[in-house]
């Protein structure tokens, strides 16, 4: 698993702005970044693509809505393990 900064997130989505990206964070339609270390955050590479299929599958918003949750409760569950 990677994590992938800002730029490469905006070119994976087609977006030209940062703006778009948070945006999308502020309406659920995309994850909110992890932190990297103080000043940098990143998003974790397959939820991108998990996202970026949805779009391309034709998903509804509210369809990546609730995929956008269940990433967020995957972190969740992932962080238990260690």
């Known amino acids: 698993m ?3 900064r800002i730029e ?3 070119g994976e989505l087609g977006y030209r702005s940062n703006t778009s990206v948070y945006e999308a964070i502020r309406e659920n ?3 909110k970044p992890v932190k990297i ?5 990143g998003w974790p590479d397959s939820e991108v693509t998990a996202i ?3 779009r391309i599958a034709g ?7 609730s995929l956008v ?5 995957d972190r969740g569950l992932l962080s238990m393990k260690f």
Not at 37 to 41: F, P, T
Not at 59 to 65: G, L, N, P
Not at 69 to 73: A, D, P, S
């Open 2 to 4: 990677a994590i992938w």
């Open 8 to 10: 490469k997130v905006k």
């Open 29 to 31: 339609l995309f994850t």
């Open 37 to 41: 270390c103080r000043r940098s955050v």
């Open 52 to 54: 970026c299929g949805a």
């Open 59 to 65: 998903c509804s918003d509210e369809q990546i809505r």
């Open 69 to 73: 949750q269940k990433l967020h409760n």
